[in-house]
C-alpha cells in the first residue's frame, strides 16, 4: 500500500512538472505583455517567485506582483478587453473652446510684472503679460470635462486634451513673488493646520487620524483652488454658492440682497472644509500636552481658519466682480472708456556703471500703471497703457486723484466726444477711501463728463 502511495505521488508530481514546463513555454513563446500576464496569473499563487524565477530568470517581482492583481481582479487567465482608440476629428471649434477655458481667470492668475513675447507662424510678435496656472494639467483636464458634461458640449479625448496642454505648456515655479497674499495666506493656512494634525497626532490622537485629517484637508484645500469657483452662481440653494446671499451683509440694509429661494441646500465639499477644522479644534483638550504647547497649537488653528476663511470669501468676491468686468466691458461703445488702476512694483533705478555707495540703500522708484480700453469703429476692442513714475511721492488718495485727472485730461484729446468713463482699481485704501470716491465724481462734473461706474478688485 505504501509503495503505491507512493508511485501516485511521484506521478503526480510529474504531471505538475510537466504542466508548470508547458506553462513556462507558452509564457516564453507569447510576444505580447498582456498574453504573458495572463499566461502568469495562471501559476502565481501556485508557485513562489523564486521557484517561478528559476524556470523563468528574466521574471521580476514587479511582473509577479502584476500577475496576482491580475488573477484577484479579473481571473485565473482571463483576458481583459482593451479599450478601442479611434481616431477623431478635431474642429478649430472645439480647440478654441478649450484655449478660452485655460486661458480663463479660474485656470491662470496674472503676475504683477514681467512679459512674454510669443512668435507667430506669420512672423507677428505679440507681448503678453506674464500669468501662472493655479492647477496641474491633469486637473485641468478633469475639470474641462466634467464642465463640458454638464453643459452637454462634446468634449475632446483626454490624450488630445493633454496633448494641447503639452504645446501651451507651463513653466514649474517654485519660488514666486508678487502673488496674491490673501490667497498666499490661505495656502500657507492649510501647511500650518497639517503640521497641528502631525503634532496632534503625535501627542496622543494617533497616525492614523492625523493621515485621515491630512487627506480630508487636501481634498478641500484642492476644492478651493479649483471647483469653487465654478460652482458659485448668482442664485443658488447652497448658501456659501449663492452670491447673492453670501455678499449680502446681514447688519446693514444698505448691503442686502434678497433671495427668491430657501437656502436649504448643503455641499458636501464646503462641508468637509468645515469638519476636518472642527475635528482639529475637538482633537486639542484631548491630547496631553504642556499648556504652552496647548496654546501655540489653538492660536495656529484659528489663525489657520480666519485665513482659509478670507480665501474663501476672497474668491467668492473674484467671481463676482470678473463678472462685473466683463459686463462693463460688454457695454463699452466709442464714446466710453474702461480704465484698470494699478500701483505696479517699485521700479530700481540703474546706472551703466553702478558703485557700491550708489547700490547700498537703494530706494525704488513708485509708478502707476493705467490700462484703457474702449471698443473701436471696427467693433474690436482696443487698448492704451498710461505709466506715471515718480521720483518720490505718497501713495495716497491726492495722488491717485492726480493721475486720474491727467488720465482724463490726455483721453479727451484722442476721444474729443468722451462721455463715459468705468474705473477699476485695486482693492487698497488710496483707491477705495471716500476722498478718492468723491473726488472721482467731482472730476467728472469738472470736465463734463459721467462716471459710468467704479469697482475694486
Not at 376 to 391: A, I, P, R, Y
Not at 411 to 437: E, F
Request: some cysteine; aromatic content about 8%.
Amino acid at each position: 500500500m505504501k509503495q503505491h502511495f507512493s508511485l501516485a505521488s511521484s506521478g503526480t508530481e510529474d504531471v505538475n512538472l510537466a504542466l508548470l514546463e508547458s506553462l513556462v513555454e507558452c509564457y516564453n513563446n507569447a510576444t505580447q505583455w498582456h498574453t504573458r500576464r495572463q499566461i502568469l496569473s495562471i501559476m502565481v499563487d501556485k508557485v513562489s517567485f523564486k521557484s517561478l524565477q528559476r524556470l523563468i530568470p528574466n521574471l521580476t517581482h514587479y511582473r509577479f506582483k502584476i500577475a496576482k492583481q491580475h488573477l484577484l481582479l479579473h481571473g485565473r487567465g482571463c483576458s481583459v478587453p482593451r479599450p478601442t482608440q479611434t481616431r477623431m476629428y478635431v474642429s478649430p471649434e472645439m480647440v478654441d473652446h478649450f484655449i478660452r477655458f485655460i486661458t480663463s481667470q479660474h485656470i491662470i492668475q496674472d503676475l504683477p510684472f514681467g512679459q512674454k513675447h510669443l512668435s507667430l507662424s506669420s512672423g507677428q510678435v505679440l507681448e503678453v503679460p506674464n500669468v501662472i496656472r493655479t492647477l496641474i494639467p491633469e486637473r485641468i483636464v478633469q475639470q474641462y470635462q466634467e464642465y463640458c458634461k454638464e453643459s452637454g458640449i462634446t468634449c475632446l479625448s483626454r490624450r488630445s486634451l493633454l496633448r494641447i496642454l503639452d504645446v501651451c505648456s507651463a513653466s514649474v515655479r517654485k519660488s514666486l513673488q508678487g502673488l496674491d497674499y490673501i490667497t498666499a495666506s490661505g495656502s500657507k493656512a492649510f501647511d500650518e493646520l497639517e503640521n497641528v494634525t502631525d503634532k496632534l497626532g503625535e501627542l496622543g490622537m494617533g497616525m492614523s487620524w492625523a493621515k485621515q485629517q491630512k487627506q480630508q484637508l487636501k481634498l478641500a484645500k484642492r476644492y478651493l483652488k479649483s471647483d469653487y469657483k465654478v460652482h458659485v452662481m448668482e442664485s443658488s440653494v447652497i448658501p456659501d454658492h449663492c452670491r447673492r446671499f453670501a455678499l449680502s451683509d446681514g447688519k446693514s440694509s444698505d448691503y442686502l440682497a434678497a433671495c427668491n429661494h430657501i437656502h436649504g441646500g448643503a455641499c458636501d465639499r464646503c462641508s468637509l472644509l468645515e469638519r476636518s477644522i472642527r475635528e482639529i479644534e475637538d482633537a486639542l483638550p484631548l491630547v496631553a500636552a504642556t499648556s504652552e504647547e496647548l496654546d501655540g497649537l489653538k492660536f495656529n488653528t484659528e489663525q489657520a481658519r480666519r485665513n482659509i476663511n478670507a480665501w474663501k470669501a476672497h474668491l467668492l468676491r473674484a467671481v463676482d466682480q470678473d463678472e462685473a468686468r466683463v459686463n462693463v466691458i460688454e457695454r463699452l461703445d466709442e464714446n466710453s472708456v474702461f480704465l484698470v488702476q494699478d500701483w505696479a512694483m517699485k521700479f530700481l533705478p540703474r546706472k551703466y556703471r553702478e558703485s557700491q555707495s550708489d547700490w547700498f540703500a537703494k530706494r525704488g522708484i513708485p509708478w502707476h500703471i493705467t490700462v484703457a480700453v474702449r471698443q473701436g469703429s471696427d467693433q474690436q476692442l482696443e487698448s492704451m497703457t498710461f505709466v506715471h513714475l515718480f521720483k518720490a511721492c505718497s501713495q495716497d488718495s491726492n495722488t491717485v486723484l492726480g493721475i486720474m485727472a491727467d488720465v482724463l485730461t490726455k483721453l479727451k484729446i484722442g476721444m474729443p466726444d468722451l462721455d463715459s468713463v468705468y474705473y477699476r482699481q485695486d482693492n487698497a485704501g488710496c483707491y477705495h477711501s471716500a476722498w478718492t470716491i468723491v473726488g472721482a465724481k467731482v472730476l467728472a462734473d469738472k470736465s463734463r463728463r459721467f462716471p459710468g461706474e467704479t469697482g475694486f478688485f
